[in-house]
């Protein structure tokens, strides 16, 4: 998976090995890396690999053809968010975010079709926020109607080969994002807001979106291809 180091990726490499996969996540920054190696020692292999650099893609693809001879599941979760009105945000975010939220998972899909076995899976990591017209969050909203978009597209165009392509569209969950891109104050003030927009009163766990990309990788989401599976604890929909 790309973007395993942290968050929603590194509860999902942790779910998978336990039952029975061998994983391999990508990462980028190299604290995380460093972190994340000790905490998934024995549980998955981390490789470091900028998601939206073409060559690192290859790279990366190439390693897992040695060594593994081919995918079984393909879980595109790296992602990053950059805040700022449409008004406010400089052009080299908007390019940034579309160059890991976009072309990031389309290089990784396109070196992975040959190695994708019969009965294989994909998924992409999307967002509640494609649906909704949040203020501050154009290229990140943007990026991931994009990526709902182009999981449609992959389902069609992989369904001869016998693989399957969905998505998921998390709502606001306690992976640390929020934190990243704020202060610690305006961080906990972001939480309680977005909290309190949730019919749940909560935000989702890492664990229970790892849960569902379990089940989309899994046979018993057999029947289900192009779809987009949301896990917001109800935020868009009650």
Do not use: C
Not at 23 to 51: H, Y
Not at 77 to 93: K, Q, Y
Not at 150 to 165: D, K, M, N
Request: hydrophobic share 45%; no cysteine.
């Amino acid at each position: 998976m790309t973007g395993g180091t942290s968050g929603i990726g590194l509860a999902t490499a942790k779910l998978f090995h336990g039952e029975g996969a061998r994983v391999t996540v990508t990462g980028k920054n190299r604290a995380t890396l460093e972190v994340a190696r000790a905490s998934l020692r024995g549980i998955a292999e981390v490789v470091p690999s900028d998601s939206g650099d073409a060559a690192e893609i290859e790279g990366l693809f190439a390693r897992v053809a040695k060594e593994h001879g081919g995918l079984d599941v393909l879980f595109l979760n790296a992602g990053i968010v950059r805040g700022g009105t449409i008004a406010a945000m400089g052009e080299a975010d908007f390019d940034e975010v579309f160059r890991v939220n976009v072309k990031g998972p389309w290089l990784a899909l396109k070196a992975a079709i040959p190695l994708l076995r019969r009965g294989g899976a994909v998924v992409l990591n999307a967002s509640i926020n494609a649906r909704l017209g949040m203020p501050g969050t154009s290229a990140y909203a943007a990026s991931k109607a994009a990526l709902r978009s182009f999981a449609r597209t992959a389902a069609s165009e992989l369904a001869e080969q016998g693989v399957r392509v969905n998505a998921i569209s998390p709502g606001p969950t306690d992976s640390g994002i929020i934190e990243k891109g704020y202060s610690a104050e305006a961080a906990a003030a972001v939480r309680a807001s977005l909290a309190a927009k949730i019919p749940q009163g909560r935000l989702g766990s890492t664990d229970e979106i790892a849960r569902v990309v379990l089940f989309l990788a899994s046979d018993d989401s057999s029947f289900i291809t192009g779809e987009e599976v949301v896990v917001d604890g109800g935020m868009t929909r009650v």
